[in-house]
C-alpha cells in the first residue's frame, strides 16, 4: 500500500467511517434520550444547550445578575456554604479513627490548597457554587505535572463547556472525548472525564446537562423583572 493510501485512509476514510458509525447501534441497548441529529456536531454552543432545553447559559447569567432577589438568594446560598466547617472521615466505619488521624489532616492540607497558592478553598468553592446554582454546571480541570500527580484544580466556566454525548447518550468515557470548550466561536479544548470534572445537581433524562435552579424559576423571575422596570418607568416619568 502506498504512502498516500495510507495516509487517505487513516485521515479520510477513517473519520468518515466513524462518523457514519457514531449513529449506529450495535447492540439492543435502549438511548438515555432523543439525542438530537448532529448533537456531537460543530454547531454553536448555546445552540446545543437549547436542542435540550429552554434556555442558554448567556440567559441564566444574565437573570441571576439583574434580578435583586435571586442575586441575593444566590449570595446567600454561597457564603453558607463556603463557611460550613467539615472534616475528613474514613468511609469504613469499623476502621480506628484515632489510627487514620495523621492521614486525613494531611488529606485536609492538601484539599485547603487544591486551588493552588494563588486561589484559597474558600475562593474555589465560592466558583464552584455560582455555577452550579446559575447553571447546573460545576466544572473543574485537573491539572497535573507530568508524571501524572494532580497539582491542583482549576475552576471552569459551565457556560463555555459543550457536552457530548454516546450512540446510547451516554457520557463518553476515555480515552473518547466527552467535553468540548468553546470560546468566541472558535474550539479551545478537547478533554476526557480523566482530565476534567463536570458534576450537575439537578439531573435529568431527556438531557446531558442539568435543570438550572434559575430555568425552573423563570416564568416568576420575568415577572418579576417586568413588575420593577414597570414601576421604575413609571416613577421616572412622573417624577417633579
Known sequence: MSIISKLRDRYITAPILKTILEGVKVDNQPEVFDVPLGFNGGMALTNKRQTTSNVDFKTLRALSINHETTRNAINTRKRQITQLDYEIVNVDPDADANASKADRLMLKAKLEDIGGIEMRFTSLLDRLMEDLLVLDACVFYKQRDR???????????????????????????????????????????????????????????DSPYGLSPIESLLMTIDSSMRSMLYNLNYLSDNNV
Open 147 to 205: 508524571s501524572g500527580k494532580l497539582l491542583k484544580i482549576i475552576p471552569v466556566d459551565g457556560a463555555t463547556i459543550k457536552l457530548r454525548v454516546d450512540q446510547s447518550g451516554q457520557r463518553p468515557q476515555p480515552p473518547e472525548i466527552a467535553y468540548e470548550q468553546w470560546i468566541k466561536g472558535s474550539l479551545a479544548a478537547s478533554l476526557t472525564t480523566d482530565e476534567m470534572v463536570y458534576e450537575i445537581m439537578n439531573p435529568r433524562n
